[in-house]
């Protein structure tokens, strides 16, 4: 049944609520905003027919208000809800709501959300579809004797993963059963613990993360826009996807496309989705999840297919035709331009964007939803935009990259755009054919938790635990343009000399030097409340909410034990313990709010004998990363 959008509410914020804005501007369709205090003054504001404010200061008031939304749709008059992603998008309750209303829900059905929401409900799916999920237990554990029967068949390392996680929150790498046990008994439910939130599957370590951006419509017509791989991640968060998924066997990608024709049609699946999936070396393929909404990386299947794929999500929920799509064109890659800083495992920051410079030219485009001025609130995502590279193959994609970092230029706040230069010289990178080896642990591998002083602190070296079979990895290096005899140049100078430099002029009272901000840099250089900390004080490195304690007052802990799991910018982070010692004090509980520099837990480190936060002289902070 054909029907009529003319006034969407987007149920979102930032570059993706701009993005919606902007299709159905080109549609002819009104558009309706939704924005909290932050967000006042942002652009997809601006650009939107009417916008709304949400009273309130977390998303739980604002954009994960569903009674709020829905009070804005009826007072908007909006004939339909786009959710973009994240936030509502995934909300089968909240999918109902807009439908009892009497608008247009943009989207897959909420039984469908419900089908596979859920990632245990999801496997369930996946199997009946005839697709073969990572091997795993498709039910909620319970039993300790049954996870170290499925360790001890399928083997170790193995995914604890939450039922209800995405982005890759709620994932726990288990290596051998005194970890597993551990687990266990830390979130036993009988001790007040959420055990029965968990499942387990096999790690699969050099796997690749692949996916394919797909469509179905109520006429039955079912399509695969692209593929895409997404294995550079941190955190179990994608950083750089690209499209079409390289160097994949006809086998794989016929599998792929099979399994994912069946999981939509499976739950009658209309609108936009993506399927994921695990490919090994051996290219076999196994089933991870379906996202049914619209995801950030959908830009580069746009760049190879030639199609709008939100003007092609209204087109479905309108009753028409999607665009079937038969080959793709050339190779696109999206880099991720987030306020996170690679000198510090890509830490989540926070600041005021004092100067922008987006690259432009030939394959080019830029997703943003930020503009000079504008602050990057902690209370919110951390993704300020996003670059998108396209040129005719991927080699020559890669080449672009390198000439877009080139131009970029982000001052006032950190990005991983040092990083980023980094990984498109890195040969294995860059490697064509059999010789590419990326898998979704490879950028924590070779690029993160290796900084020495996160090593002292107690950091493992790397995912492998062990960092026997590591390489050597570059130096860091910031750059600074000079003149000598009157001819500019850029002077690279190695990191830790930058610190030294500037850390030893304050210390002398000279004012700190302002240079553009790429990730590595000036910034990196501690602040006096860190500097100041003591040992057996283990602090925040950043504002956050706590999700889960790991230890308990009395308990001895060893070096780089995991003490509490933070989340800040929907991304969790782990902080360890810097020292074998005693926890005398825990200051924080679940769901507590912290702010950077907020004392957590103090130890009575072993040798210290102190047992409180007024110890010897010296510093001693916990190491703080992402998921392991």
Not at 247 to 262: G, I, T, V
Request: one cysteine or more; a negative charge.
């Amino acid at each position: 049944m054909v029907k009529n959008v003319n006034t969407i509410l987007v149920a979102n914020r930032g570059e993706i609520a701009l993005r919606v804005v902007r299709t159905a501007r080109e549609m002819g369709i009104s558009t309706v905003a939704v924005y909290a205090e932050q967000d006042r003054n942002a652009q997809y504001v601006e650009m939107a027919d009417e916008a709304y404010l949400l009273p309130g200061d977390t998303y739980r008031d604002t954009y994960l208000n569903e009674e709020l939304m829905i009070d804005v749709l009826r007072r908007s008059g909006a004939d339909a809800v786009h959710p973009g992603y994240g936030f509502l998008s995934e909300v089968a309750s909240f999918a109902q709501k807009v439908i009892d209303a009497g608008a247009i829900w943009i989207g897959p059905s909420p039984e469908a959300l419900t089908d596979l929401g859920d990632k245990i409900t999801a496997r369930r799916v996946a199997k009946r579809a005839k697709v073969p999920p990572v091997p795993g237990i498709s039910d909620p554990v319970s039993d300790i004797r049954t996870l170290l029967e499925f360790a001890h068949t399928h083997g170790y390392p193995l995914m604890m993963k939450r039922t209800d996680g995405g982005g890759g929150r709620g994932i726990v790498l288990v290596h051998d059963d005194d970890e597993l046990r551990s687990f266990y008994m830390s979130h036993d439910s009988l001790q007040g613990g959420d055990l029965n939130e968990y499942f387990v599957e096999r790690f699969i370590d050099k796997a690749r993360h692949v996916e394919t951006q797909c469509g179905r419509d109520s006429h039955g017509n079912f399509t695969v826009y692209s593929t895409r791989d997404c294995s550079v991640q941190r955190r179990n968060q994608k950083l750089i996807e690209e499209a079409p998924a390289p160097f994949l066997s006809e086998d794989a990608n016929e599998q792929l496309h099979r399994y994912s024709r069946n999981l939509f049609e499976s739950v009658d699946y209309q609108g936009l989705g993506t399927c994921e999936f695990m490919v090994t070396g051996q290219h076999k393929v196994y089933f991870l999840e379906v996202n049914p909404r619209l995801q950030v990386e959908h830009t580069v299947s746009e760049e190879v297919c030639g199609l709008d794929l939100v003007r092609e999500q209204i087109t479905i929920a309108n009753g028409g035709e999607l665009h079937e799509v038969k080959e793709t064109r050339g190779h696109s890659f999206e880099l991720r331009i987030t306020c996170e800083d690679p000198a510090t495992n890509l830490t989540p920051s926070s600041g005021t964007l004092s100067a922008i410079r987006w690259p432009s030219g030939p394959g080019i485009r830029v997703d943003s939803g930020v503009e000079e001025g504008d602050t990057v609130s902690p209370k919110f995502d951390s993704m300020m935009g996003k670059l998108i590279v396209t040129a005719q193959d991927r080699l020559s994609a890669v080449v672009r990259a390198r000439r877009a970092l080139a131009e970029l230029n982000i001052e006032g706040v950190p990005t991983p755009a040092s990083l980023y230069e980094q990984i498109f010289n890195d040969p294995v990178f860059t490697a064509e054919g059999h010789d590419f080896d990326v898998s979704t642990k490879w950028l924590e591998r070779e690029y993160l938790n290796r900084e020495p002083s996160t090593l002292a602190s107690g950091q493992p070296a790397s995912l492998s635990g062990s960092g026997e079979d590591e390489q050597p990895q570059s130096v860091a290096t910031e750059s600074f343009t000079i003149e000598m005899n009157d001819k500019r140049v850029t002077l690279k100078v190695p990191v830790d000399i930058v610190n030294a430099f500037t850390g030893a002029a304050r210390a002398r009272g000279a004012k700190r030097a302002s240079q553009p901000l790429r990730g590595q840099g000036l910034h990196v250089v501690e602040n006096g409340k860190a500097a100041d900390q003591k040992p057996g004080v283990i602090i925040s490195p950043m504002q956050a909410v706590i999700t889960r304690v790991n230890v308990a007052e009395g308990q001895s802990v060893a070096k780089g034990d995991l003490l509490i799991v933070l989340e800040s910018m929907k991304m969790e982070n782990y902080v360890y313990a810097p020292d074998a010692g005693t926890v005398t004090k825990i200051f924080v509980g679940p769901s507590s709010g912290v702010e950077a520099g907020d004392t957590l837990i103090t130890l009575d480190v072993d040798g210290d004998g102190s047992g409180n936060a007024n110890s010897a002289d010296g510093s001693s902070t916990a190491s703080e990363g992402g998921k392991q």
